[in-house]
């Protein structure tokens, strides 16, 4: 099994800034991509940033520019250096993993961590 451990989030003014990190253990010995989504009330989960184990990364537009998504690799964990934060980037931010076993994959959610720009 994998667990995600997230941590970072918080309330922040308009214009601010903050930083999620996202610690992955257990049976893990091949990562496909770690990244972060994020889910506003009432709203579906939507990607925010990603990167693979080669180092792509990918970016929803509405982020580009303000976010930037890295990893460290030898401590299995990713991060998320989120500035010029905007009211809408409110909800929950849930660190995703995607791991290969074998030939086939699969993937995990972590908990979840609220971040709440203010105007």
């Known amino acids: 099994q994998v667990q995600l451990v997230e941590s970072g989030g918080g309330l922040v003014q308009a214009g601010g800034s903050l930083r999620l990190s996202c610690a992955a253990s257990?049976?893990?010995?091949?990562?496909?991509?770690m990244g972060w989504y994020r889910q506003a009330p009432g709203k579906r989960r939507e990607l925010v940033a990603d990167m693979t184990s080669g180092g792509s990364t990918n970016y929803a537009e509405s982020v580009k520019g303000r976010f930037t998504i890295s990893r460290d690799n030898a401590k299995n964990t990713v991060y998320l250096q989120m500035n010029s934060l905007k009211p809408e980037d409110t909800g929950v931010y849930f660190c995703?993993?995607?791991?290969?076993?074998?030939?086939?994959?699969?993937?995990?959610w972590g908990q979840g961590t609220q971040v709440t720009v203010s105007s």
């Open positions: 995703h993993l995607v791991r290969s076993i074998g030939t086939m994959t699969d993937d995990f």
């Open positions: 257990g049976n893990i010995l091949r990562i496909n991509s």
